[in-house]
DNA sequence: CCAAAAGTGTTAAAGTTACACCCATGG
DNA sequence: CCATGGGTGTAACTTTAACACTTTTGG
């Protein structure tokens, strides 16, 4: 007969951390050197082992600010990676997350943190780069029926920068048109009564989210 | 200065199995009778602590068997659940997993396991009633744009048992007509060309999902 | 022939798409 | 006055929602 395999009684739980952030309307993302001695000259996400006093989402806050200075306007859970051999060192599950910046260039990060354009993050170190397919692929799905994306501009914007968002995002372009009598039809934003200035052109009028949360609608079809 | 917390070295991981299945049209989850010392009396679902040598998903498909004799037809990750005392004796981090079951009356279950409706849970142990929310969403929200229905009935169906499925698990009627075109135009299901047979009407055309994975249509507005 | 469920079409309303020009501002 | 981006309406088309009767079978 034979013996069962021993329950994991020691294994080491982590977060991973997807950070996007808009940078001159190109999403970006949180990268930094890893530092084993494997996946040598790699970038990683933003990551670490959790404390036995917090929960994940509250460990992610903690690595992130430790570890790349950022406390982000936004996180959520994306998944967890429980691969046998995704780290080559130990047996690690790491709990995925996802995060959304507003003011990255209100940040100083560390020397070698850096953020890099998601269309030109080559291969990451250990499962990264799948965590980080996942999560491109759930900023996508949310921008379309969540307010998700007031976690990526400012207070105020107008609503040239929020298409500016959905097209850069979701990689298409959309009628303006189209896209204005949409969003103010599902009332997700409302105007300030402030308008631009310091333009050289039209000065646009300025809008914000309406409070209460709204995730049931659907902008595409 | 104050002493950082140490690193969780000795996490225990667990998987949860949110398994659901249909008995006479009406939703049911499996649970069993907890086997602990604390919430004395009350159900529980399918979890375990996962072995070195699999993965989440291994682990809940392993500890299905073992102690449901449950051998799903369809499993995902849910979510982790990693409150810090989620578990009173002990901090566990379990990841969640939502499965689909199409046969349940094949199985013959383990003294005290059983399929309750899902209206009729009252709490469970744990945080296993939140679980169950979390999982009932997901279903809810899948059959509105994939073909996941299909892990919940047999090869061969009729139109009406699927749209009975639908109205079941999200608690809403549905017109027969109109759903009919809209599953029909979509093309996810195609004729058998067999037919009902012992039934004292009016014998319905049997219909199965057609082959290649559909996850991106929109099947209520 | 009766009971039971299967199967089928049309119309009005709503929503979506495509498309082009004038407006306001700063320099 | 020019360059730049802001702002706006309409018509064709597609999709959705509402609605009732005839058909087929077994008993």
Known sequence: MKRAPLPLRFAVVAVDVVVFTLIDD???????PHNSEYYKGKLALVGGIIYESE????????????????????????QTFSAINRDKR?????????ALLRNPLDIVVPAGTLFVPVTAVSSLAYDHTEMLQVAIGRLQAKLGYTTIAK???PAQ??????????ESILATTI??????????????????????SGVQNRPASLYRFVHQ?????????
Chains 1, 2 share one sequence.
């Open 151 to 153: 976690y990526l501009l």
């Open 213 to 221: 949360q709204q995730n049931d609608f659907s902008l595409f079809v």
């Open 55 to 78: 929960s994940t989402d509250e460990a992610a806050q903690r690595i992130l600010a430790q570890k790349s200075h950022v406390s982000p306007d936004y996180i959520e859970q994306l």
């Open 157 to 166: 914007f107008t609503l040239t920068q929020l298409q500016t968002l959905y």
């Open 175 to 196: 009628d303006k048109r189209n896209f204005r009598k949409k969003i103010l039809a599902l009332r997700l934003v409302e105007e300030t009564g402030e308008r631009q």
């Open 26 to 32: 190109v999403l970006h993302v949180l990268l930094q």
């Open 90 to 98: 130990n047996r690690v599950v790491s709990v995925a997350h996802l």
